[in-house]
Each structure stands twice: as structure tokens, then as C-alpha cells.
């Protein structure tokens, strides 16, 4: 194998030197390799172009990072067998993001290069090669209309791709975009400062809190406006596609047909390959998507921004487990670009951005609040609990029927959130109430309709034949109430209103405005025309119970989610959230105050020493896997060992926890200690999180 000690020592032939990272994911091996380049693919052997080198009597995959004169390898040098494109798909600027990503996340940079460039499609990339040469003819999306391929415009304005996907290039942005208009922005005190800077290709950072019912794309649009008429590009990115199918038609109105892309999984492998060499080459100053738009290749880039930053749907589930707003703001940092994150909640990592001083906070007075919320009450205050005192026990207590009937009464609809999907997600022995569980396995049991038969949750066996270990009865009762069972129960509590359900079997993006029951699970919550008369939060419990240190920033988000889907009180708007109005999460959503709870949270993860006021890292594996790898690292001095804890199966895990001075530290020694043990080829694998959403 060839190395990169450095003694600028040219090859003795006198040919160029390429340095390759190689797609073998060790951590031992994350470093460049050199490699000579032959004379015939001189021309093609660019910085960022896919390869194929001879790696360990192998050939392997890589990226051709740079070209050089010399080489510090003093042995003799392979060659480069093959240029697999001369399309240079990896930009120099999202090569050093995805070093600064690995270093973060003690990966290596093999790993995420794999998440920033989506794989090769040869039909596409030749397709977008082909009309690039014939003059006047769109490059990278051509004859797609948004029906054929949603999120992906058609009319993207002509580039010149004599040299195709040169950072240099300034993105034509086509005919002028339309001002900002006056209004944009005019109900946040520093919303219009922040447009003008954007405009003024300045680089603010800003946490923003939406109000209840925001049109959060438009705002999004208007400041990717406001960044595009200052000639510079922008990346947006959404927990899902919901998010995103309105994002994408906010953006189209503000800025035109053709002058943006999106990118996400769901597009398929050809879309997601054209619409990425759109924004590589050139022809889209704005990328808009899900989590795999974090590393989208934006020419002379001016903004990121991140929607609901504490959607868990933003946390990378492939090694180096990266998180979206992570990414975005260590591009911000190394671009010294403008930063936005948004949501109607904001988690502890906003907050701490606001405290340290990094971005500033973009939010409303208190009298527009109160004019745009809905009317919020508890059902387990004292004075609900004296008029209505089941209600403290009760599933749906007198307030939340009465405030239902009420909208539905009015011609309003009614949102339902439920935290659990399914009909009987658990279920118990009816004489004992003993849980009931799954003879083989352990696992719950389930119900999945009236008249189903139990079914385990983990292995999938059906129990028709279930006796109660503890007093041998045969009959079940509902523990946990899912969306099915809860439809249906409102159904017959209130016959002739339609009742819909959306969920993970349908997500309803839209409903009319007339009265009807919708019954949604966390996140799946539809827009209605106008608003919704009435939300009602049920089993509260099972968010607030949860073994999780974001379990009230969690119930929180998802509370403010649907709340802000409600009319304002002035147009009859009412929420009610089936808890204690004593709780932190829940006094926050009556003041509709994100802010408070987030800084009270971040306080109370300071004095604890949890993350984001700490860096942690969690070590996962078989317990000798385990010990072998904290053996072999050079911890910091101040590092502190927690554990180890049970994790699945056989494994265990270990956390190490450091002050957030001391981050690069802990990132660095960990991912040396794994090369360590690469290089010896240790049989069990162990699993290295940085910051990982769950601790517990």
C-alpha cells in the first residue's frame, strides 16, 4: 500500500501525483493515498472525479481529491487503473466539510464521502453530459416537468459548462428575482434585518420560533430570496417529504420555475443523481431536501438552514452518524455563510447557539403571540380537576369531549394526536392486569383490530391460545389506545362526522375545513383549510414517561406541531393537552414560550452534565470489544467514564463524557483507538456515536 509521508520526492517517471481516498471504511487506513497518473488519463484525473486504484492487491473504489507535483511516499508508486467518470462529482469545498464532519464524529472520511455523493447512475450523468454540449439546450434537468419527477424543476436556466462543476463558476440565477416584499417578516422584530443582510451577501445566524400557525415555507422562501438577490446560493433541509412538497412550491412561488432542486431519497436513484449534478454544475443556486441535501454542492453558497432541528428524522442512522444541523453549521462556521434554524419549539443545541452568542434569536413580541395562538388549557389543573374529578384518569376528559364537540358543532374540524400507532399497541390480562407478553420471546403483545388475534411486537408470533401466567385468564384488556382503536371509538361517540386517520400507513398532507375527526400519530398531522377548531392531546403520559433525556423537549415539539395547526382564539381556535399544567413541558406550551423551556432545559443539563453543554460519546459492543477499545485510547485528561449499561442482546455500552473544549480531543483519540484495532483485525466490531440522540 502506498503511503503519504511527506519528503517532496517527485516520481522518478516524472508523472503527476493523484491522491486518492480509498472507499475502504477502516479507520487505520483514513488517510490519502498517492498515485501515480498515467499520461492517458491525464485529462480526466481532476480533483473530485471517481477512480478505481489497486489497493491491497484489490481494486477498490475512490476519490481523487488532488493532483500534486511530488510525492512524500518514498517507495515505489501504483497507478491510477481507471478514471470511472470525468464528471468531478466531489467539490473541494464539500471534501473539507466531510473531514471536518469525520473528525466531529470520530469517522472516517471514506464514510461520509458515501453520504455526501450519491451513487453513480451512468445513464443520467451521460444524458446531463450529452445536452451540456449541445448549445441552448438545459444540462442537468431536461424536459421534466414536476408531475414526472416532484421537486425537481424543469426549466433550469442555460450555464456554461465548458468546465462543468467548477466551484468558481457563479450560478446563473436567470432573470431578476422579485424583491422581498415589505410585509415579509414584519411580525418577528428582527426578521427584516435579517433579510437585508442576506440580501447584502452579509452572514447572519439566527434561531428563529415560528408562531402558531406560521407559514414556515414562505419564510424559508423569502430568505432564500433574499440570499438569491444577493448572488449567492442556498441549502435548505427538512425532516421529511411532507416538509418538503411545501417547501418546494413555497420556493417555486417565490422564485420562479427552474431555479431550484431537491434532493432526497425518495426521489429514486436517477432523479436524486440528476437533480444533484444540477446543483454540482452549476445550474441551481438552491438545494432544498431532506437530510441528504446536508451536503448538496452549492456554488458560492450564502445560506444554511435546517427546519424542526429536533426531528429525529435529522440524525444520520450510517456511520459516522452525523446530524443534519450538525453538518449545516460546521459549513456555515467553515464557509462563514449565514446559518438558520427554525421550528416552533427549539431544542437545547438552538439555545445554546443563542446563549454563546453564535446566532441571534428571531422571535415575536408577546402581544403577537397572544393574538396568534389558540386558546390552551390543561385537563389536570386543580380547576378542571374539581369540575371534572375522573379527569385526572380519564382518557378524554369532559373538557377535551366538550371542546371537540363544540368545533365540530361549529363546522370546524377536529385534530386528534395520538402518540401511538396501531389499534392496541398493549395490551393486559383483564382479571390481573398483569401485562401481557409473548410466550416465546418476551415481547408485548398486541391487538391489531377488534377481532384480531394477539400478535407479539418483536417476533411477530401470533398467541391465539394466550393464558395470563399469573391467575390463568384468557381474556385482554387495552393497556396502550392506538390511532385505529381511538378512531374508531370517536366514530361511534360521534356518528355522521367523517373520521380520517393519518399515519404511518397514510400521511395525509391536507383536509377540507369543514367539521370532521382526524386522528394523526406525532408528525403526521395534516393541514386544514383555515385551521382546526380544536386539537386535543391524548396520552400525554406516553411522551412525558419516556426513559430519555429529550423526553419533555420531545413532547414539547410534537404538542406545538399540532397546537400550531389550530385556528387563533379569535377564530374559536382551542387546544387541550390531556396533562398537568404544573409540568415544564406543558406550562410551556400554554404560554406558547419555547424559548424558556429550552433555556431551562439547557440549565439543567449544565448542572447535570449532559449534552449539548457537554460532548459525549457512547461505545457499544460486546463487553471485551468494549474494554479492548477504551484500553487502547488516549483519553483526555478530563474524560469521565459512565457505565457500562446494557445495551441489545449481548452488548454493552459505555459513555465517556468531556467539557466541549475538549471535543476534538475525545473525537481524536477514539477514532485512533478503532484504527488500533483495524489494523489487528479484531473480530467484534464496536460502534462509536458522538453525541448520539439516545443515551439511554
Request: proline residues 9%.
Amino acid at each position: 500500500m502506498t503511503g503519504t509521508r511527506r519528503s517532496d520526492r517527485r516520481p522518478a517517471d516524472g508523472s503527476p501525483v493523484a491522491r486518492v481516498c480509498v472507499d475502504v471504511p477502516l479507520a487505520h487506513l483514513d488517510r490519502p493515498f498517492d498515485y501515480l497518473v498515467p499520461a492517458e488519463l491525464d485529462a480526466d484525473a481532476v480533483p473530485g472525479v471517481r477512480v478505481k486504484v489497486r489497493f491491497a492487491g484489490q481494486l477498490v473504489d475512490g476519490w481523487l481529491l488532488e493532483r500534486a507535483d511530488d510525492s512524500g511516499h518514498t517507495g515505489r508508486l501504483a497507478y491510477l487503473e481507471k478514471v470511472v467518470s470525468p464528471e468531478p462529482v466531489l467539490a473541494p469545498e464539500v471534501a473539507r466539510l466531510a473531514r471536518a464532519v469525520a473528525d466531529r464524529y470520530a469517522g472516517s472520511l471514506a464514510d461520509v464521502l458515501r453520504l455526501a455523493v450519491p451513487p453513480r447512475h451512468a445513464r443520467v450523468e451521460k444524458d446531463v453530459r450529452a445536452r451540456a454540449a449541445a448549445p441552448g439546450v438545459d444540462s442537468a434537468v431536461p424536459d421534466v416537468d414536476s408531475a414526472a419527477a416532484p421537486g425537481v424543476d424543469s426549466a433550469v436556466p442555460d450555464v456554461d459548462s465548458a468546465v462543468p462543476g467548477v466551484d468558481s463558476a457563479v450560478p446563473d440565477v436567470g432573470p431578476a428575482v422579485p424583491d422581498v416584499g415589505p410585509d415579509a417578516w414584519r411580525d418577528y422584530p428582527a426578521g427584516p434585518a435579517l433579510l437585508r443582510a442576506l440580501a447584502d451577501g452579509r452572514a447572519p445566524r439566527a434561531v428563529w420560533s415560528a408562531l402558531p400557525g406560521e407559514d414556515w415555507p414562505a419564510r424559508y422562501a423569502e430568505a432564500v430570496a433574499a440570499t438569491v438577490a444577493g448572488g449567492r446560493g442556498a441549502v435548505v433541509v427538512v425532516a421529511d417529504n411532507r416538509d418538503l412538497d411545501r417547501l418546494d412550491a413555497a420556493l417555486h412561488d417565490a422564485l420562479g420555475p427552474g431555479r431550484h432542486v431537491c434532493l432526497s431519497a425518495a426521489l429514486g436513484p436517477a432523479r436524486r443523481y440528476r437533480a444533484f449534478l444540477a446543483a454540482r454544475r452549476g445550474d441551481a443556486a438552491v438545494v432544498v431536501g431532506t437530510r441528504a441535501a446536508m451536503f448538496a454542492p452549492v456554488a458560492r453558497l450564502g445560506l444554511v438552514a435546517i427546519w424542526d432541528d429536533g426531528d429525529d428524522l435529522h440524525a444520520e442512522p450510517r456511520a459516522p452518524y452525523p446530524h443534519a444541523r450538525e453538518v449545516l453549521l460546521t459549513r456555515a462556521q467553515l464557509g462563514d455563510t449565514a446559518a438558520l434554524v427554525g421550528g416552533y419549539t427549539r431544542t437545547a443545541e438552538a439555545q445554546l447557539l443563542v446563549e454563546t452568542g453564535w446566532a441571534r434569536e428571531v422571535v415575536a413580541d408577546r402581544a403577537t403571540v397572544r393574538a396568534r395562538m389558540p386558546a390552551i388549557a390543561p385537563t389536570g389543573d386543580d380547576p378542571q380537576l374539581a369540575r371534572d374529578p375522573g379527569a385526572a384518569t380519564a382518557r378524554l376528559p369532559s373538557l377535551a369531549w366538550t371542546t371537540a364537540r363544540e368545533s365540530l358543532r361549529a363546522d370546524l374540524p377536529v385534530l386528534v394526536q395520538v402518540p401511538r400507532r396501531g389499534y392496541l399497541p398493549s395490551v393486559a390480562c383483564a382479571e390481573c392486569r398483569t401485562p401481557a407478553r409473548c410466550p416465546h420471546c418476551a415481547g408485548p403483545l398486541a391487538l391489531p383490530s377488534a377481532e384480531g388475534t394477539p400478535a407479539c411486537r418483536w417476533c411477530g408470533r401470533v398467541a391465539a391460545a394466550y393464558a395470563c401466567p399469573e391467575c390463568g385468564g384468557r381474556r385482554l384488556r387495552a393497556s396502550v389506545t392506538g390511532a385505529r382503536r381511538t378512531a374508531e371509538e370517536l366514530g361511534r361517540a360521534f356518528p355522521g362526522v367523517p373520521v380520517r386517520t393519518s399515519g404511518r400507513e397514510e400521511v395525509l398532507a391536507a383536509v377540507p375545513g369543514g367539521a370532521g375527526l382526524v386522528i394523526a400519530t406525532p408528525g403526521a398531522e395534516p393541514v386544514a383549510e383555515g385551521g382546526f377548531g380544536a386539537v386535543l392531546l391524548l396520552d400525554s403520559w406516553a411522551l412525558l414517561t419516556r426513559a430519555d433525556l429529550r423526553a419533555g423537549e420531545e413532547a414539547l415539539r410534537r404538542w406545538l406541531a399540532a397546537a400550531a395547526l389550530a385556528r387563533p382564539a379569535s377564530a374559536g381556535g382551542r387546544v387541550v393537552v390531556v396533562a398537568d399544567g404544573a409540568l415544564a413541558p406543558v406550562q410551556a406550551l400554554l404560554r406558547w414560550d419555547a424559548g424558556w423551556f429550552a433555556a431551562r432545559e439547557l440549565a439543567e443539563r449544565r448542572e447535570l452534565g449532559f449534552p449539548p453543554a457537554v460532548r459525549m460519546a457512547s461505545v457499544t459492543g460486546l463487553p471485551a470489544a468494549v474494554a479492548d477499545l477504551l484500553a487502547e485510547a488516549r483519553l483526555p485528561a478530563e474524560a469521565e467514564l459512565l457505565g457500562p449499561v446494557p445495551a441489545d442482546g449481548e452488548r454493552e455500552r459505555m459513555l465517556v463524557r468531556v467539557p466541549r473544549a475538549r471535543a476534538g480531543a475525545l473525537a481524536g483519540a477514539l477514532h485512533s483507538a478503532a484504527g488500533v484495532r483495524t489494523a489487528r483485525k479484531a473480530a467484534e466490531p464496536v460502534r462509536l456515536q458522538v453525541d448520539p440522540l439516545a443515551l439511554f
